[in-house]
């Protein structure tokens, strides 16, 4: 390949960012100035408080948040996707689990939770109540969907929605055996079969942990203040009935 500004010899590299990949042709003429470049898709993630929007990080990136996204939706986390990269031999196979698979989680996470809001809470039960309240009006001949969407509806004409319930744990030893450290409970509803409540619990969490383990945690410095998953110091096996009577009485 040959400049097409002056014929020379070009160079080319492939500059990766966690596993976002582009290209990059420089011509070897120092007197010639074409470079050509080609940039990875980049990814729409809110970034927080305090960020320099000059520095890309591995969440500016479209492949390496679908990257990470792909493992979430099937239980897998980092050390899978470490190990999927090593085998096919892309980038950063090493540093893709301990550490990237985190970093990206941590800006991924908070979007992930208010989309699942918006969607069981905003659209599924209100599909839910749309069918169960029907076209039934009070006495001032108003549909009382209408005025529960409005949070005018009064208690006693609030809906009666009939669901099915149950939890998930990430660690379970047996039918009988519950030592998870964490677990998702859901309630779907019986007309549109679609999940109206969502609840996370958690006895531990990574932050709180690696700070304990760390100098100034030794030496008696509080923890600072970030998202703690640590909610629950009950058993695993209570977990199920706590997350259910939080999903009954929750408000919308």
Known sequence: MRCPKCQSSVTATFPTHCIASGSKTTCNNKFCSFVDVTVPSQAN???????IAKIHRNVDWEANVLYLLSFLSVGDGGTEAGRVLGLLGLPNSTT?????????????GPVLTQFADKLVHEHNLVEEVRIVLGDKKDEHDNLLFYLWEGGLLPEALWPRVTTS??????????GKSYNSLSGDAVLVGQHTRKPIAWHVMGKACSFCQGWNCSKR???????????????????????EPVAT??????PF
């Not at 993630?45 to 960020?51: D, F, T, V």
């Not at 319930?165 to 047996?174: K, L, T, V």
């Not at 509080?222 to 110091?233: I, M």
């Open 45 to 51: 993630i809110p970034m927080p408080e305090g960020s």
């Open 165 to 174: 319930g149950d939890m998930g744990w990430q660690g379970r030893s047996s």
């Open 96 to 108: 893709f689990g301990p550490r990237s698979f985190g970093n990206i989680e941590a800006f991924v």
């Open 217 to 239: 945690g030794k030496n008696g410095d509080p923890v600072p203040q970030h998202d703690c998953r640590a909610g629950w110091d009950g058993s695993s096996g209570a977990m």
């Open 245 to 250: 009577l939080s999903m009954v009485v929750m």
